[in-house]
Nanobody
């Protein structure tokens, strides 16, 4: 069982940056691949980024490649999403996921033009 709590969302102007965090409880955090997803109003939830258990392999949606960076600190049971050069179309609720079954409650990111 893993519980996830996201934080770090907020309101930022286009071109700005935010760093999201996802803190996990449970003893097996370092065995899970972790991912970030997002859901904009009226749209389906979409994949943003993924990192394997060791942090050595990452993947990104084309829409965020080169602007967002996913990382993890297994000693702190935390995964991060550094978001730079934000655009209004990045506005969404951002969710982290552990493995394929465990989701956080989400954190709102709003990018103003």
């Amino acid at each position: 069982q893993v519980q996830l709590v996201e934080s770090g969302g907020g309101l930022v102007q286009a071109g700005g940056s935010l760093r999201l965090s996802c803190a996990a409880s449970g003893r097996s955090f370092n065995t899970y691949a972790m991912a970030w997803f997002r859901q904009a109003p009226g749209k389906e939830r979409e994949f943003v980024a993924r990192i394997d258990w060791s942090g050595g392999i990452t993947s990104y949606a084309d829409s965020v490649k080169g602007r967002f960076t996913i990382s993890r600190d297994n000693a702190k049971n935390t995964v991060y999403l550094q978001m730079n050069s934000l655009k209004p179309e990045d506005t969404a609720i951002y969710y982290c996921r552990a493995g394929s079954n465990y989701w956080g409650q989400g954190t709102q990111v709003t990018v103003s033009s």
